[in-house]
């Protein structure tokens, strides 16, 4: 990206950018497609059109993980123990409180459902805010997500992940075993497939039809970011100096290289975002540079110009019309790539 | 405009010691001064801590293996999880103090700041502080492993409770501390109340401080009537060492007796180089670098220490000596 100049990134001609003041740890649209910045200092910062970006203080002390609400809002965890909703005005509700604990990871589904990670508990609760129930771990999750039709969650944790359906009247998990200690975790668009990052640094999948086990290694650092593109072709994976891509089809990943793209500066990927309807994925690097990547041709196109914090926030809008991105330093924007 | 600067390392002090120990006081004293320092303190319990501006994290000791085929390699899950947090809101505290439970290894913390990416990142390992009884800690060393191997891993010793001991019964707790680990620094304290900057900054695991201290040997290296399975020994030798061959020789050393050797330290003297190059292992996981050249006039010696059960003192010493040049 050296001989790019910071005209030829995007963020010049479409699109809006701040300097937040705190790590960016959640670029959440929410499901209405309202664009909002989650800080480690506990605040959220909405995107607004005119004027300043309203802030709602959600959390105390830190904020530690957030996402878009069951039907519109955002939901936050703080390590002030707090699971907290803000609304599209803006108005800060707390959901739950869980004192003493951090609230690590949430997680929540259009279908009416949200989970929590708190200690070596998933809480789960409903969109009005009753604890549906609490699901006990071996140790403190490492991740959670649902899966496309929120009907299963999963939960990483310390040798392997737990599968659990969210409906169920008897709560006994899926175990899904395998020894080390697993991050970040991902469903496949299909609900075919689970995959975790690790602490080794690599990652392992199961395919749940028959627990057959993969193993994707070779980082050079901790992957934290992982996404399936929109129909769970491939994987997109950071924590290498280039975007790795598994291949879910044709008998992979066993047994196959991934692909690479976008590669090259000797910066680490540290944040990696699928596009929702094309083979597009977005990334984010070490040094703050952001870029959009076609996995057919592998073409390459600026977004943000690097300016010395790694990206550690980055979301596509559900229209693939937008792409927010922030960073650990605070610098926070998106671009719009719709139709002019 | 450029970012700001968000690289500089946090230090991290570890506060061990057995049940009872007075850990919990030497805490709650370093949070009370007023030093106008700001600390996040992870515990395993909530005690009666009295702190207002700082940060208390309550967690788990959770210890993970690693995958990467050594067995004694472990770390501190929970810490990883909580320090990736704290990361995320520099400038909010000047330091980090992790309490670990009586009975708990130092190994999984200490390694914890050698073989997590993040973690080395962001901070650094200030120092380990140990907290002992001096009246119970002889009974103590005879029945626990997790006594022994807190002494072996200390940098700071707090021998504590002096009130409860006669002067010649220090004498002889200090000498079976020094027994198990004579590079650590012995505070004398009545209810842990020894200053704060002599457990907090005190940069022990600097690979260029490593062999700072003279060990204090009370009798030379002739201590031989062993108060427990963990002892120590040291080497020096005055030709310079062959890297290749001191490579060779330590990797299969730590691969092979890893388990058994909690903390190595060494200043070496390559042949050719006039740097120093210090090196530093917990169990199987080492660290090292160069640390600039020795003072002019001073003896180009290089000089080893062990720390760890069933240590082989003559094998140790033939395998360093061979590292040597050729005569």
Redesign the interface.
């Known amino acids: 990206m050296a001989a790019v100049s910071e005209a030829d990134f995007l963020l010049a001609s479409r699109g809006v950018a701040k300097e937040l003041g705190a790590w960016v740890a959640g670029a959440v649209f929410d499901r209405a497609g309202r664009l909002a910045f989650a800080l480690a200092d506990g605040t959220l910062h909405r995107h607004a059109e005119e004027g300043d970006w309203p802030v709602a203080v959600a959390h105390e002390g830190g904020l530690l993980s957030a996402c878009a609400d069951a039907k519109d809002g955002w939901l936050s965890g703080g390590d002030d123990g707090r699971l907290v909703r803000v609304a599209p005005d803006g108005m800060v509700t707390q959901i739950a409180d869980y004192r003493g604990k951090w609230v690590d990871h949430v997680a929540a589904h259009e279908a009416g459902v949200r989970a929590a990670a708190v200690g070596k508990a998933v809480h789960v609760l409903g969109v009005a805010g009753a604890a549906l129930k609490s699901l006990a771990h071996p140790s403190s999750p490492g991740g959670i997500c649902f899966d496309a039709k929120g009907k299963r969650v999963a939960v990483s944790h310390y040798n392997g992940a737990s599968l659990w359906f969210v409906g169920a009247k008897e709560d006994k998990p899926r175990l899904l075993e395998w020894k080390g200690s697993h991050h970040a975790i991902a469903f496949s668009p299909d609900g075919t497939h689970v995959v975790t990052a690790m602490q080794e640094p690599s990652l392992h999948g199961w395919r749940l039809a028959d627990g057959q086990h993969m193993r994707m290694s070779g980082y050079p650092t901790k992957t934290k970011s992982l996404a399936f593109t929109a129909r769970g072709r491939w994987l997109a994976t950071s924590g290498a100096e280039s975007v790795v891509l598994w291949p879910f089809f044709g008998g992979g990943p066993m047994g196959k290289a991934p692909t690479e793209l976008a590669g090259g500066d000797e910066v680490m990927c540290s944040a990696v975002a699928c596009h929702p309807q094309h083979e597009v994925v977005a990334a984010g690097f070490g040094d703050g540079l952001v870029l959009i990547t076609e996995v057919a041709s592998g073409k390459v196109v600026p977004v943000a110009p690097p300016r010395g914090s790694a990206v550690s926030a980055l979301a596509w809008d559900a229209a693939g019309a937008r792409l927010a991105f922030g960073t650990e330093a605070g610098f926070a924007g998106f671009v719009d790539l719709s139709r002019r | 405009?450029?970012?700001?600067d968000?690289t500089a390392q946090v230090p991290v002090t570890v506060l061990t010691g057995y049940l009872g120990a007075g850990k919990t006081t030497l805490l709650n004293r370093i949070l009370s001064e007023n030093h106008g320092r700001r600390f996040a303190v992870v515990i395993n319990e909530?005690g009666e801590l009295g702190v207002d501006n700082d940060?208390v994290?309550?967690a788990?000791e959770?210890v993970?293996?690693?995958?990467?085929g050594c067995i004694c390699c472990t770390?501190r899950?929970?810490l990883?999880?909580?320090i990736g947090?704290?990361m995320?809101?520099k400038g909010?505290f000047d330091g980090i103090i992790v309490e670990t439970t009586g009975l708990a290894d130092p190994a999984p913390v200490a390694q914890t700041f050698f073989v997590?990416?993040?973690v080395k990142r962001a901070t650094r390992l200030d120092a380990i502080v140990t907290v002992v009884d001096a009246k119970h800690l002889p009974a103590r060393l005879k029945d626990s492993s997790e006594a022994q191997e807190q002494i072996a891993f200390a940098d700071i010793i707090v021998l504590n409770k002096m009130d409860l001991v006669a002067p010649a019964e220090a004498d002889e707790v200090e000498r079976m501390i020094k027994a198990i680990n004579p590079y650590a620094e012995i505070r004398r304290s009545t209810k842990s109340d020894v200053p704060l900057d002599a457990v907090i900054g005190r940069d022990a695991f600097n690979l260029a401080r490593i062999l700072e201290r003279e060990p204090e040997f009370l009798s030379g290296e002739d201590h031989h009537e062993h108060d427990s399975e963990v002892n120590s020994v040291s080497f020096e030798v005055s030709r310079p060492i062959d890297a290749e061959r001191f490579n060779a020789w330590i990797s299969r050393l730590l691969q092979e007796k890893g388990q058994d050797l909690l903390r190595t330290k060494g200043i070496l003297h390559y042949a050719g180089d006039r740097r120093r190059f210090a090196f530093q292992a917990v169990h199987m996981i080492a660290d090292g670098d160069y640390i600039g050249e020795a003072k002019e006039g001073d003896p180009r010696r290089s000089k080893i220490v062990f720390i760890g059960r069933d240590l082989n003192r003559p094998q140790l010493r033939r395998g360093f000596e061979a590292c040597q040049v050729d005569a």
């Open positions: 405009m450029a970012d700001t968000t909530f940060l994290v309550d788990d959770e993970f293996e690693m995958n990467n770390v899950g929970d990883i999880r909580i947090g704290l995320r809101r909010r997590d990416e993040d």
